[in-house]
């Protein structure tokens, strides 16, 4: 039967063949399905340009149909809807523009800020200091010797490794 192709926007499966890919998404029904899919996320500002840019649909109007439906070139709102959209707009604006100003808003004089981040602070480093005997390092049980252990594995001296004279680094 061999591969097939399943396109999340239509919901259609089909045989996998080049042919039969770029058929589909060049065409009417897979690009109205993606455009729909995409009109989900926008946000009401860029619709209402849009449909203040877009003539009355005429039928619509008269009738409250369209043979086109969502992909009518026409607008199929009307004034009410127009500005329902307007205050919604304004409404999302107000909002971002609140959570703007909050975030700017100090909490307190910078006295305060500053004894409460010397508090942190001093926390932070009382919780990293750990005791002399915790820092050092802890052979797991049920390990061989350490003499036996291979080189990779042992502790490296206090001091370092030894370099030989002769090596010469390329």
Not at 118 to 135: F, H, N, P, Y
């Amino acid at each position: 039967m061999g591969k097939r192709y399943f396109c999340d926007y239509c919901e259609r499966s089909f045989q996998d063949t080049l042919h039969n890919r770029k058929k589909h998404l060049n065409g009417v029904q897979h690009l109205r399905a993606k455009k729909g899919w995409y009109d989900v996320f926008r946000d009401a500002a860029a619709i209402l340009q849009e449909e203040q840019n877009k003539k009355p649909c005429r039928k619509f109007l008269q009738t409250g149909q369209c043979d086109f439906g969502a992909n009518c070139r026409f607008s199929h709102l009307t004034e009410e809807g127009l500005e329902k959209l307007n205050a919604q707009v304004r409404e999302e604006r107000r909002a971002k523009e609140q959570q703007l100003d909050q975030a700017l808003v100090p909490l307190g004089n910078i006295d305060e800020w500053l004894e409460k981040r010397a508090k942190r602070v001093g926390a932070a480093q009382t919780d990293s200091t750990l005791s002399e005997k915790e820092s050092v390092f802890q052979y797991p049980p049920g390990w061989p010797p350490v003499q036996e252990l291979p080189p990779s594995l042992q502790a490296p001296p206090p001091v370092g490794w030894p370099v030989p004279p002769t090596l010469q680094w390329g």
